[in-house]
């Protein structure tokens, strides 16, 4: 019988790359997986979403804050204006001059009695004035239109109501020296035009001369003199 015939080197080499081919498959295959599953681990997760407020649960939000540039009405200084009356008993005449929250007052019977009154204003429209010999003007403001309030002078307290006054009406004072006299009058001019007002004679009063409003203009003992408005 014949001997078989061992394989020869073509086919040990054959062989050999055929393994070769083999590895070098599973090791790209392998590779591949391995850089597939590192990208995935590298990217980033997606940022979770925000949970939704409760239902019905409207946002916070601070009030705003007030508003500080003007003042509200009762903090305000009462307005510059003039006011003129007469008393309740229609004896004597009052005027206030308001300016910047300050006031200054005349009262007068336009014979014999008078007194010049001064003083604040609260931010009210609340004043009191006061004047020599303890003579007191207590007052209040209404709405700007009026000032009701009381003089109490020589003992006697006077009830009054002063109403805004346009001009030429409203309070004038002149003061001067004449003939060696010394001269203080002062003059309320009512609204309507009718003037009640004293010209003191070196300390003795009398019933003053009429102005003339329009121009301030006054004739005591044959010379002019100028009464002006008075403010505080």
Not at 190 to 200: C, S, T, W, Y
Request: hydrophobic share 30%; net charge positive; charged share 20%.
């Amino acid at each position: 019988m014949a001997r078989m015939k061992r394989p020869g080197p073509l086919l040990t080499l054959l062989a050999g790359l055929l393994l070769a081919v083999f590895m070098l498959t599973l090791n790209a295959t392998a590779g591949t997986k391995n850089a597939s599953s590192s990208s995935q681990e590298a990217s980033p997760s997606a940022p979770p979403q925000a949970s939704p407020s409760p239902t019905g649960t409207p946002p916070s939000s601070s009030p705003p804050s007030a508003s500080k540039s003007a003042p509200p009405p009762s903090k305000r200084t009462p307005p510059n204006a003039d006011y003129a009356g007469r008393t309740d008993d229609d004896s004597s005449a009052v005027a206030v001059s308001l300016r910047g929250g300050k006031a200054i007052a005349y009262f007068c019977d336009g014979r014999s009695k008078e007194s010049w009154l001064k003083g604040d204003v609260k931010d009210d429209g609340t004043m009191k004035l006061t004047g020599k010999h303890g003579a007191e003007l207590n007052g209040t403001l209404k709405d700007g239109r009026s000032i009701r309030g009381t003089v109490d002078l020589g003992g006697q307290r006077y009830a009054f109501t002063a109403d805004k006054a346009v001009k030429p009406s409203g309070l004038y004072r002149a003061t001067a020296t004449v003939r060696g006299a010394k001269l203080d009058g002062g003059w309320i001019v009512l609204p309507g035009g009718k003037q009640v007002g004293i010209l003191d004679r070196d300390g003795k009063p009398a019933a003053a001369p009429t102005i003339d409003p329009e121009t301030g203009t006054v004739t005591v003992d044959g010379q002019t003199l100028t009464a002006s408005p008075v403010t505080p």
